[in-house]
């Protein structure tokens, strides 16, 4: 099973991040979320519905996620600006 390449939980809201492989041999990476509660039998169960006390926990996960990708993407577009000069150097 493949592990999430990032994980932002605020309260009992938990985005996310996963890298994938494109047909090209390109990554990419997608997004998921989930809120975790306890069942009437106190077992943990999770959902990707929110209540409206949930919204700001969401928002600032998902606010944490997209730096995270954001810096990411900064990083991967550096390192190619570098190997594009060294192999034109």
Do not use: C, H
């Not at 985005?15 to 998921?32: D, H, I, L, M």
């Amino acid at each position: 099973m493949n592990l999430p390449t990032k994980k932002f939980s605020v309260g009992a809201v938990q985005v996310a991040v996963w890298e994938n492989q494109g047909k090209e041999g390109n990554s990419y990476y997608t997004v998921s979320f989930e809120r975790r509660y306890k069942d009437k039998n106190d077992e943990w169960k999770s959902t990707s519905s929110l209540k409206a006390n949930d919204l700001p926990k969401a928002i600032l996960a998902l606010q944490k996620t997209y730096e995270f990708l954001s810096l990411k993407e900064l990083e991967i577009n550096g390192k190619q600006e570098k190997e594009l000069a060294t192999t034109t150097a």
